[in-house]
């Protein structure tokens, strides 16, 4: 008995301290990326960095689709969206597998930054909405095809380096379409 009152005094002390933590720091990427700094060998850092961002930015993908199928006027910006949830959705949840196998913590919600973007892209509707979403789109899908690239060729751990190069066709046919949609909408 005096060992579970123990444990769960433990846990509260640990939960208690975290908490505290978190206070300082309520952004889940940056979280993310401190556990893993204290938790991972110097090896693997920055592939936790590439896991971490990844996720933060598929997460947005996702998030952005959604809002994208509501508030696009737009055919093309409506179908782009339901690409990203759908395709976004499949990449995330395999990346939070590939993760779990190596120990790395991945965020639970969007960063502070994703989540600006997305409030400020949440007031807009039609017309405005479609050439944000596209500019936004284009800018991150260069930043994503250029991060994906890099990993599958200097990454350190093989799955991962698997995983940047199995999704980057994804996000390189992904910014070919939303170039297109832009180019359409000039």
Do not use: W
Not at 173 to 184: F, G, V
């Amino acid at each position: 008995m005096k060992r579970i009152l123990f444990n769960v005094m433990l846990a509260a002390s640990v939960f208690a301290t975290a908490a505290c933590d978190s206070n300082d720091n309520n952004d889940s990427t940056e979280q993310a990326e401190e556990i893993n700094e204290d938790n991972l060998s110097e090896s693997m850092e920055d592939d936790a960095e590439f896991a971490v961002e990844a996720a933060n930015g598929g997460m947005m993908e996702v998030k952005m689709g959604e809002l994208a199928q509501m508030n696009g006027s737009s055919a093309d910006v409506k179908e782009f969206g339901k690409m990203m949830v759908d395709d976004h959705s499949k990449a995330n949840e395999e990346l939070k597998s590939l993760a779990a196998q190596k120990n790395i913590m991945l965020p639970t919600t969007m960063g502070n930054d994703m989540q600006e973007k997305y409030d400020e892209m949440a007031k807009k509707t039609g017309k405005e909405f479609d050439e944000a979403y596209v500019d936004m789109m284009v800018k991150d899908h260069k930043k994503d095809v250029d991060a994906f690239r890099e990993e599958a060729n200097d990454g350190n751990n093989a799955d991962l380096k698997a995983f940047a190069s199995k999704t980057l066709p994804t996000l390189e046919m992904h910014l070919q379409r939303i170039q297109a949609i832009q180019d359409a909408m000039k």
